[in-house]
């Protein structure tokens, strides 16, 4: 087993290595939290910013401009407990992504989620939570000797819901599903809802309904591939399908995590495809510009600009529909039978329009899995 996971991590290592431009060692680099002070709760992920200052851009050769992202791989982040003094160190084997911030290639930018980790106990790797227990832990990042960021202090206070949260996440593969979306089952499927039902308003419970949401929409995509059919289904009142109903329900909770899980792009993305079947379409185009104004590199921001211009041409298309006169109180003279007449064409083209409006947000996206 081990001789397995050594020869996948390295053929992800090669495949990095070979799509993504690295940092190189001799740059002077630094990482900077923002901010640099932050109280959690016992048990709650800690979702933060990170900035990448380099001493010169990372050019791509074809176009000679500095890449729109790429990995930066080596760096550890180093835990001590302030009251302890006991330091550990949590290690990222995959580095870690950057997204560029400005047009002189200098300053990149990320978010990451620090929860449980992988760090060196008793000569081996074990997976374990990076606050242990509540109390005050200073974390920065390093490589080798060398210190790369600034020092973030963060101050975990005792809570109650933190620790049921925990007691029910009692197994490993619970936490991958969690995390990452594998080791998805039945199992930890139910361990998950009874966490989004027990620990409501916690920042796990909203981190579990958004991988609830995208595993229930991906059983939705296979059940339903198109959308078209759905939406007149839902308009019908016929869409009696369970993982539509939840999928829709745990997406809406998880627009509520925090900005900085990348989790939470994809969810939000999901949920503007569902709000396009129940003809929610102001909320639908409400979520796209979050989408393009906070996750532009994206998969799904990048697809929030198309979606952005289409949602707005059926919602104007929708106006006009509605403004349509009513035939029973037009039916009583020529000049209203005409008008109606008019409007009747008007209305015609514009269920046209919504239709072909609404095929081609589904045309334009490309069908994720959740990662």
């Known amino acids: 087993m081990r001789c397995y996971r050594f020869i996948l991590k390295f053929i992800l290592f090669a495949v990095i290595v070979f799509t993504y431009e690295t940092v190189s060692a001799d740059c002077e680099r630094q990482i900077l939290f923002e901010p640099n002070n932050l109280v959690i709760e016992y048990g709650a992920p800690l979702g933060i910013t990170l900035k990448l200052m380099l001493c010169e851009p990372s050019i791509f050769p074809p176009t000679g ?19 302890t003094g006991k330091t550990t160190v949590f290690h990222y084997d995959m580095g870690l992504k950057f997204y560029l911030e400005n047009f002189e ?16 106990e008793n000569r081996e790797v074990a997976k374990r939570i990076v606050f242990d227990k509540p109390g005050t832990y200073s974390l920065s990042f390093c490589m080798k000797d060398r210190t790369l960021s600034n020092t973030l202090i963060v101050k975990v206070k005792d809570s109650p819901s933190g620790k049921k949260a925990l007691s029910i996440l009692k197994e490993p593969n619970d936490i991958t599903f ?16 009874e966490l989004v039902k027990r620990c409501q308003g916690t920042v796990l419970a909203k981190w579990a309904a958004a991988r609830l949401g995208l595993t229930y ?9 198109s959308f078209k059919k759905a ?11 369970g993982s539509f109903k939840a999928a829709y329900s745990y ?8 900005d900085e899980f990348p989790i939470r792009s994809e969810a939000l993305g999901e949920l503007v495809e569902l709000l396009c079947v129940t003809g929610e379409l102001d909320d639908a185009l409400k979520l796209s510009g979050e989408l393009v104004n906070k996750y532009p590199h994206t998969e799904h921001g990048k697809k929030a600009r198309l979606w952005e211009k289409e949602l707005a041409e059926l919602g104007q298309a929708e106006q006009i529909r509605q403004a349509a006169p009513d035939p029973n109180k037009l039916a009583g003279n020529n000049e209203g039978r005409g008008n109606w007449q008019r409007w009747l064409v008007l209305a015609g083209a514009v269920g046209v329009a919504i239709a072909a409006g609404v095929v081609l947000v589904v045309l334009l996206r490309k069908k994720p899995r959740a990662k």
């Open 65 to 83: 401009k500095p890449r729109q992202a790429f990995r930066f791989q080596g760096p550890s982040l180093q835990v001590k407990d302030v009251n």
């Open 105 to 120: 290639g200098l300053k990149y930018k990320t978010n990451l989620v620090i929860w449980f980790g992988e760090a060196w």
């Open 217 to 225: 929409f991906e059983e939705f995509q296979r059940r339903q591939p």
């Open 251 to 258: 997406l809406r909770q998880a627009t509520e995590l925090p």
């Open 178 to 193: 969690l995390t990452t979306g594998l080791c998805e089952s039945p199992d930890t499927i139910s361990t998950l809802e």
């Open 231 to 241: 939406a007149e289904l839902y308009k019908q009142g016929r869409l009696e399908d």
